[in-house]
């Protein structure tokens, strides 16, 4: 009998990963590359090809050999395998299931890059037991999902579940969305972001940030984040602190709109200080739920997949995708 092999891709602003995994889900192969994404849909697509074709390559295949594959990109992705719209990406529009499946010579599935780390969660990780899961992913921005009876939900235009995207100041910072008080622009590195050149340029507030960041405060890396957090930097941590609560507050709005089980916090800022920033988002979770007594039904807890959320998550959509299509793999 054949060996099963499934290919998970995560598609990023940044960088493409991909890792292929046997039929028992074990990890046998991974690579990565910048994505270039300012060069465009093309280029990035065969991008992802040739990242694909150097992971099969470590295990002796070519690309028509991958049962199925499953991808998270930045955007909505519509029944027929359009991304609708990835702003880091200057995508609109693009066809990105056909494209790779006609590239890959195997099935391609494609969701949201975040339902796809939420899915993740719920396969692999913590959540594999919930009835109503929502994940948020904290980096650059602020991405979530929703996985309801064990599916993924977001609406019936498939371009809901943006929870980084609700409202919590009208008239607020400016998102990257192009809306204003989106919660993202208040709880991600970018809002973080804001919050430093205010404190550091504008009130003339030391920082060791000067000097760990070369003066830029747009998207600081976690990883020195956490080393200003460990350093007690005051203004690290009352801007981490502040986006934490913000953070709080949305996943109390959360609660009382919809009760889920369990809200799975991750990305990359969670990952470096997920033992420090968790309980400040429990604390302000609990006092922005309604009632309060809700709160006690909901498990708030770290997700536990890292980097290979999305990738890991794309894989399971897709599988799931593939055999609910009544293919066999």
Known sequence: MARSYYAGIDIGGTKIYVV??????AIIASARKKSKAERGFATVMERVHSCVSEACDMIGIATAD?????????SPILPN??????????????????KLSSLLGCPVYAE????????????LGPGKDAKLLVGLFMGTGLGGGIVVDGKLTSGVNFMGAELGHMTISRGGRICGCGKKGCLEAYASKTGMGYKFKEE????????ILVELTGGVYDNVKSSI????WLAKDEVTVETLTEAAEYLGDGVGSIITMLAPDMVVIGGGVFEALGRQLLPIVRRTAKEATYPVASFRDTKICLASLGDNAVALGALEYAKSRFAAN???G
């Not at 991958?66 to 930045?74: N, R």
């Not at 550091?200 to 920082?207: D, M, V, Y």
């Open 66 to 74: 991958i049962t199925v594959a499953g991808v998270g990109a930045p």
């Open 200 to 207: 550091i340029l504008c009130n003339k507030r030391e920082s």
């Open 20 to 25: 292929i995994t046997d039929s028992k889900g």
């Open 112 to 123: 949201n890059d975040c339902n796809a780390g939420t899915y993740g969660e719920y396969c």
């Open 225 to 228: 984040l956490k080393k200003a």
């Open 81 to 98: 395998g359009v991304a609708v719209s990835a702003a880091n990406m200057g995508w609109r529009k693009v066809p990105l299931v056909g």
């Open 326 to 328: 009544g293919a066999v």
